[in-house]
């Protein structure tokens, strides 16, 4: 829908905070921003029951065009994702 209405930025709301790698595990670690060349390279820890699918989306959305950026996070964090204060940013930058 993003693309198909030309947005520029598209936030994915969820109940966790953001992405992880590793998420749940001693070694727990949240990404706050990632190219999606980067985050492809993560791919395994992002099941299709679970972020897979928005982690997908992001990367489909922000590989469209050169300036476009996806924040995912938490609802309740939706004021601070577009100040940049939270949630995981994936841009081509």
């Keep these: 829908l993003g693309k198909t209405l030309g947005a520029d930025g598209l936030m994915i709301?969820?109940?966790v905070e953001g992405v992880a790698v590793n998420k749940d595990k001693p070694d727990e670690k949240w990404i706050k921003s990632a190219s999606?060349?980067?985050?492809?390279e993560l791919a395994d820890n992002f099941p299709a029951g679970s972020m897979g699918p928005k982690?997908?989306?992001a990367i489909d959305f922000?590989?469209?065009?050169?300036d476009r950026w996806c924040?995912?996070?938490?609802?309740?964090?939706?004021t601070s994702m577009l100040e940049g204060k939270a949630g995981t940013k994936l841009t081509n930058e």
């Design 13 to 15: 709301l969820t109940d």
């Design 36 to 40: 999606p060349a980067a985050i492809l």
């Design 55 to 57: 982690v997908s989306s």
């Design 62 to 66: 922000v590989q469209t065009q050169r």
């Design 71 to 78: 924040r995912i996070g938490s609802l309740k964090d939706a």
